[in-house]
């Protein structure tokens, strides 16, 4: 509560809108509140492993493959053959290495968008600044927002493209990666019986792959037939992504969440079952999208570095750094101008005096009220049943909840054979054999469809399936128990020539994760080539490196911030359903906290003085041949 007179003014603002900051804070809690499930994450059933493992299978791979093992060297392994590895591999062969194996146990390249093909799959960020590698490849996107089928195509060109197909080895999971300390190699063994070694080993294994399901009572006694979004069952439903889903015309099918999975396939399906009933906990918060076909002029391509500056341009505007124009213009660039409130200058000149840390607070929930405002407006604009509309609305914070944006999930709501299933915030009471139970009532399904998401902030052993063991076999498990500990968020110390690429802790949480994908392979791609140019065996960041960069993660007031905001959210995966206490607990925790631009800026400035800063560097010699400040002697 703010008592004093700058709160009138404050409140003017609000005012004007017809907003109640008090009213909708109390909303929101309740909201909260109800929400919240004693067990947090371990409300869900995993697929990997156990009674349900058949919901994590491979759909798309042939299920009888079978090959040789592989035994030999290569200069780079790359683990995980989705947009990570794709682009690491990539800055790699540009920086001249021409030996690189990619392994992951997917069929084929894509990572997420080789396996999750549902229909209406697409990703709400901008094509242009997403799809990896297009610049290089000479391809325009087909529409301002790609499908899934488009992702895992473009996929498909970088891996020809850049030659990656000839060492690939795919429906392959890595057992153990080991050290070899007298050799200076990674050893990596794989479920196909392979022994493979290299010089580098580059880790880009994604960050939600895994495929969980809700642990409601009686989900393993459903009769009727079940599947998660992310393996669709098209031999079930018939049709492909771009629908006829003949088998759902006299089906009775039930999907389970309203996440951002849910809000793109409820559509698809609503055009071809019978009866589609949408369980919901916990409405999203739903924007325009404006997809449309990109006719090859949509964006100007002409320039070389086209597609690094026009990311760069996005990220920047999500940032608040001011820019001459907004290239991509689209719902994320949009809210974020409207969400952000007047800069303590901006509000000190409204106030005639400084304004107080609580003040700038009531003004930024202000300033979020009222895009939510406008997302709950939409719905009453779009959803004819009154009472549907108020259903659907979300109670919270803009990005307390992933943002969505969709041009038909909120219209499907006003279809016959469409109904919303409301739990209050409970979430589904139980399952019987033949239907879903919500508040006493049974619902008769004969499809069940779990749109209910992935495992996330989990370790890289949980994530990966195998464990790393770095010099003297230590267990990367093991080295961060007091937490992760990185230089960059993508090397660690006593863990030689091994990188990381991907939304790590550590790293930056940047809406376009494939851009900072694209940065991290950059800075792998510039150590590898100062590796082959100075002939090293072997590199690694030192320890008081480390602690350096630890130090700044863990003293960073944006992380602590986010801790303070993400209290006040409605559970999920953002803040650990509802349970975070620490930053890293948060799924954007324990980053980099001046954000993603100072981040990329961080990383430049450290390639630019050719130092290698922090890094233990070793030759065939054993002779010491680092530069930079840290650097000491490791070669025995
Ligand atoms: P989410 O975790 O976001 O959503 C899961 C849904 O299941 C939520 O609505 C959740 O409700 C609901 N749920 C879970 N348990 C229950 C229960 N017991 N009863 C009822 N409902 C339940 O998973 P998604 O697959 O939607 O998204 C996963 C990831 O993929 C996200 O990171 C997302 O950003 C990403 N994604 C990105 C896209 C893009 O365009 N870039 C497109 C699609 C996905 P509640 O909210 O209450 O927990």
Redesign the pocket.
Known sequence: MVEDIAKAVLLRLADAEGLNPDLLKDRYVAERNR?IVPTGNG??TPTVEGAFANFGRDPWADPNFQRDAVLGHSEVIVAGAGFGGLVSAARLREAGCNDIRVIDEAGDFGG?WYW?RYPG?????EAHIYLPLIEELGYAPKHR?SYAPEMLDVSQRAGRHYGLYEQALFQTSILDVRWLESEKHWLVETNRGDRLTCDILVMACGR?SLPKL???PGIDRFKGHAFH??RWDYAYTGGDFHGGMTGLADKRVAV?????????LIPEVAKDAKELLV????P?SVGVRANRDTPPDYADRSRPGWQRERRYNFQSIISNIPQDQDLVGDGWTDFTRKIKPPTPIELAEQLGRQPTPEELKLVAEIFDYRVMNELRGRIDDIVADPETAELLKPWYRWFC??PCFHDGYLETFNRLNVRLID?G?L??ERISETGIVVDGVEYPIDCLI?????E?NISYKRLTGFEVYGRGGLALGDHWTGGVRTLHGMMTDGFPNLFMVGGNQQTTAAVNAVHLIDEQAEHVAYIYRRFKELGLRQIEPTSDAVDDYVHIIRSSPANAALVDFYKDC????YNA?GKATRSEDIFFGGRYGDGPIPFFRMLQAWRATGQMEGLTLGDYTGEHVGSGDYVSNIIS
């Open positions: 929400r409300q869900y997420t999750n799959a697409m990703c709400d960020i927002y939600q809700p642990g409601i979004s992310s389970i969440g309203t996440g951002a999975t849910a809000i793109q369980f919901q906990r916990t999203s909840k992933r739990t915030g979430g589904v779990f749109a209910t998401g992935f996330a409605t559970p999920g995966y359903e």
